[in-house]
């Protein structure tokens, strides 16, 4: 089994340019999660699908962030237009809807804005 | 304030030493904890994970939570240069609902 994907692993942008992540969930797993992690920091979640239905969205910066997950299965987070702020790492993750399995982290997007 | 606090460290032990993580948190609706390690330049990993207050044993690994007092904890026992990562917890109120995490202790385990 590959786990969760995400591409690239790497991305240098400069400021006011779009970017964007993919993300290939673990097959079966219908809770994808995105999530920011800054440099010595814990992660934050900025958006949370159940199939196709964002169903937490709350901390997702709507004026330049969008997301979407078709058909249930992939996911894409774009960024646009990117600020320096934004330099951070963006984890995606999936699972069952029951934290006690345990849900799987991709290796992430490490995003430097200069 | 936050609702996770955890102190971030660094922690440097020799191998073979006994480590303790912990974390506090204010929300006390909290009843799902976690705890992740994370690889350099890896995603976290579930560790460790228990549902209410009480223990949890897993090999070398110990996880305890104090709802009382709010606050966990993570007993690493003969640690191992492997176990060099950082150690996040993570909670959340229900069993499906978003995880907060702490900001991370950073491990080191010297040969």
């Known amino acids: 089994e590959a786990g969760v994907v995400q591409s690239p692993r790497y991305k240098i942008i400069e400021k006011k340019q779009p970017v964007a992540f993919w993300c290939n969930p673990i097959s079966g797993h219908n809770t994808l999660y995105w999530y920011l992690q800054n440099l010595g920091q814990g992660p934050e979640l900025l958006i949370r699908y159940e199939n196709e239905e964002a169903v937490d969205d709350s901390q997702l910066p709507k004026d330049r962030f969008s997301a979407e997950r078709l058909k249930g299965v992939d996911s894409t987070l774009k960024i646009q237009p990117a600020e320096l702020g934004d330099s951070a790492v963006y984890l995606c993750a999936s699972g069952t809807r029951h934290h006690g399995d345990g849900y799987t982290f991709g290796s992430g997007t490490r995003l430097t804005v200069v | 304030q936050k609702e996770v606090e955890q102190d971030p460290g660094p922690l440097s032990v020799p191998e073979g030493a006994i480590v303790s993580l912990n974390c506090t948190y204010s929300?006390?609706?909290?009843?799902?904890f976690m705890w992740y390690r994370q690889y350099s330049r890896k995603g976290p990993e579930l560790l460790m994970y228990t549902y209410s207050s009480g223990n949890k044993e897993d090999g070398r690994f110990t996880a305890q939570v104090d709802k009382s007092s709010k606050y966990i904890s993570l007993f690493i026992r003969d640690s191992q240069p492997s176990d060099s990562a950082t150690y996040l917890c993570?909670?959340?109120?229900?069993?499906?609902?978003?995880?907060?995490f702490g900001t991370g202790t950073r491990l080191t385990v010297i040969p």
């Open positions: 993570a909670m959340s109120s229900t069993g499906a609902n978003n995880l907060f």
């Open positions: 929300n006390s609706a909290f009843q799902y």
